[in-house]
């Protein structure tokens, strides 16, 4: 047995240290465009077979921290570092962090009424007034007010939010910070908060698994992932006063609507002006250091960062996602030269 | 029959099928659980899974060949951290052990073993990625490594006191030295009881998701060397089981039906040896 | 002198020390893992001092943090889940060892053991899709029948401590089990054989002579179980509810420490948060000492009539 087991050892380890010419190149950090990222980098390893980018899922703030503390080449975030974040950034790598806009995404209002299978039109203020825990049933004239025709029954809200820190709650508490001075100063925004009503579902999967099975309840999640896995989601009224629906669309739209696009790209779209706008959407962002000590993973990040603003842009649709909008590409592909 | 004894031959019934429906309760779970993997999980399993690298979202197929692969390595460091220390710790606990220091021992061992997966995974990250500052098989496979030892221990312990005393004074009494009489009687009399402790334990660390989320990370491609990022089973299962995409979800269930399959593998191997080896195999 | 150099000859003294060595690193280990805590978590322990451990807010975004609901539930749902599966796990390994044939038996127990391999998050997924329906189910009628006690009070949303009970009770079933059995096989045949030939039945000669002289081993697999169910995280999380809140009901939606650390942590930003996070840690694995240490006592005064 002693035999067999070092004969296993030598083996993996021969298998193991099968070594290559290859460049890789670390990054981690959102979970929302993942699958797009996945796609990109697939495919651009295709194109360039000595090029391996490895991108691993372990959520905004994780992509923030692992990028301060130098473990992964790049870092990936749905929220915007923040001033502190850069400045601490700045005091441990010495070098600046770029943000660089990839694709958007957008929350979205999911509910199960029993009897109820139209879409839901929802305002500010009845999201708002639902989770701060001020309206309690879906009967409320808040709710039925722009749904007129539907009947919506005298039961109790059940609200179900992300348990886990996460960019889809940092958007989602963004926007209603935006459209509710209380939320603001009661809860405020962030990848998680101090939720005054509600149970906490574990991930997209755990949201959408409570809302599925517990009767007369609603949360948010991910559009692209109510779209994939099929739930009804509401339209949410816009600042222009017109109820959206979050399509590809009306999220480039919004994106759109920003007028002067900072330098550094850090830039909240929720609450966008436009008139067919979608008001709960963001940019998700490349994050990605100024000093790139090896001079071949700069090269691949940079041509990479070329790639993904041209022919990445063209695959975004067929997942779902929206793409960026002209000027914004156009602005980030300035940026690159940043990098040095 | 006086009503005392059939008092206590009712009680001796009751009690008897009480044992055998908790038997079947146990074993009832885990049969539910295993054909729900094995339904959805062998559906889409197929040769590809074993040999093809993971597909990104939206094309169908591929496989999880660097995440077996990666499991594979990750045990086997786990298994050189924690096997050597959990055992010798065990023989010192039964064979050689002061009370007082013994109880420190026992006693620290229940606490490591309380210590969550995923704080594990921090003390990997802050101990060996952050000083060399980037992930690698080496931190994941010693977080597992730590996570085993406390099993590891408690388990030796108990089969080696198992092994009857007059074994131990009849090598003794034929000459041995008291190391003689552990390593040639003592330990081949548990060696059943070892080794399935030994299994349970890997098959524990094995479905281990969180230690792996900050030291082994994960990589997309094969991970040559030790030092380098890899892909790990659980970890996959954990990333396509909560993702919005069918296919993946389908992969989610053969990825735990694989990892499943494997730690069945490996226990029906053991046991094939210890019942060829030896009269103290169950 | 002569006798030392012998005992070195013969190998005792080196396997003495090897073995000493290996049992040291153990505490070396937990020392350093512990060390690693406590400097990580000094923001938080300088910021909120001992009133971390009694309060009761966790506010991110304000930047407050309290233990108390995560310490709650913790508590809670391992005690309800030891209830459950003490007297589970300690009648199958009684059934596997003392009366099924043991081509069976070996089965079973192998069936058993694969349990403890199933990955957490795949009991986790399982359980939201699977045990919380179910449990939606039974609910009404536990509650009908102990509805009146504050514990089984209150509506159902299927997460619950109620259900992070009954995952935990499953998962720590495989330890228990399978080490009691162990333990109790390893039983003297003559014990059983002494007992039944003095006319007592099976029964009470497995009850009243087998399992307390396998005492020590069931409360050691009992305390593996105990361990694990504290520090339980995948598939915990998916259940509970992850609502940092105290309520007396069972059925209410809770949370617990190792839960929140996993939810919470890779989106930690800030060293104040991540030193509250790993505090928590820290937290429970204070927990652990106290419960190990009342579990010890309760046993130390029980065990007197047991042996080894």
Partial sequence: MTRNTIGAIIGIALLAGAASAQTLINGAGATFPYPMYSKWFDSYHKKFPTIQFNYNSIGSGGGIQQVTAGTVDFGASDGPMNDTQIKDFKDKRGAEILHFPTVLGADV?????????????????????????????????????????????????????????????YCWTDYLSKISKEWETKVGRGTSVQWPVGLGGKGNEGVSGQIKQQPNSMGYVELIYAVQSKMTYGKVKNAAGNFVNATLESVTEAAGSVKDMPDDFRVSITNAPGKGAYPVATFTWLLIPTKIADPVKKKAITDFLHWMLTEGQTMTAALDYAPLPKPVIAKETKAIAKIN | MSWNKRR??????????????????????????????????????????????????GETGGGMANAILGSAKLLLLATCVGVPIGFLGGVYLAEFGTSTFSFVVRYVTDLLNGVPSIVMGIFAYSLIVIRQKHFSTLAGGLALGVMMIPIAIRSSEEFLRGVPLSLREGAMALGASKSRAIWTVVVPAAKAGLITGIMLNLAR???????????????????????????????????????????????????????LTLVLAVNIVARMILSKRGPAAR | MQAFVKRVRNGDEIAYAITFLCAFAVIAITALLVFELYRNSEPSRVKFGWSFLWTKTWDPVAGEFGALPFIYGTVVTSAFAMILGIPLGVGAAIF????????????????????????????????????????????????????????????????????????????????????????LLSVPNDQREGALALGATRWESTWDVVVPFARKGIVGSIFLALARSLGETMAVTMVVGNDPKISASLFAPGYSIAAVIANEFTEATGDLYQGALIELGLVLFALTIVINGAARILVASTTKRGTS
């Avoid at chain 2, 009712?10 to 729900?36: E, R």
């Avoid at chain 3, 514990?151 to 109620?162: E, K, M, Q």
Wanted: glycine letters at 8%.
């Fill in chain 2, 205 to 259: 660390v094995a479905g281990e998701t969180a230690p792996l989320l900050f030291t082994s990370f994960s990589n997309r491609f094969w991970s040559p060397g030790w030092n380098q990022p890899t892909a790990a089973l659980p970890e996959m299962v954990y990333k396509y089981a909560i993702s919005a995409y069918d296919d993946w979800h389908q992969q989610a269930w053969s990825a735990g039906f694989v990892l």
């Fill in chain 1, 109 to 169: 209002p999911v509910y199960n009424i029993p009897g109820v299978s139209s879409q839901l039109n929802f305002t500010p203020e009845a999201l708002a007034g639902i989770f701060l825990g001020q309206i309690k049933k879906w009967n409320d004239p808040a709710i039925t007010g722009p749904n007129p025709g539907v009947k919506l029954p005298a039961n109790d809200i059940v609200v179900v939010h992300r348990s886990e820190g996460s960019g889809t709650t």
């Fill in chain 3, 96 to 183: 596997l060892a003392e009366l099924a044939p043991p081509r069976i038996s070996s089965g079973l127990t192998f069936l058993i053991e694969l349990l403890a391999a199933v990955p957490s998050v795949i009991i986790g997924v399982l359980g939201v899709f699977i045990l919380l329906p179910f449990l939606r189910i039974v609910q009404p009628y536990i509650q009908g029948a102990l509805g009146w006690t504050p514990l089984f009070a209150g509506p159902f949303y299927g997460v619950s401590l109620f259900s992070a009970g009954v995952v935990l009770t499953i998962m720590i079933l495989p330890f228990i089990i399978s080490i009691s059995r162990e333990v």
């Fill in chain 2, 8 to 57: 206590r031959k009712a009680v001796n019934a009751i009690m008897l099928s009480l044992t055998a429906l908790c038997t079947l309760f146990a074993a009832g779970s885990l049969v539910f659980i295993l054909s729900y993997l094995f339904v959805h999980g062998a559906a889409s399993l197929n040769w590809n899974f074993f040999t093809k690298l993971p597909t990104p979202v």
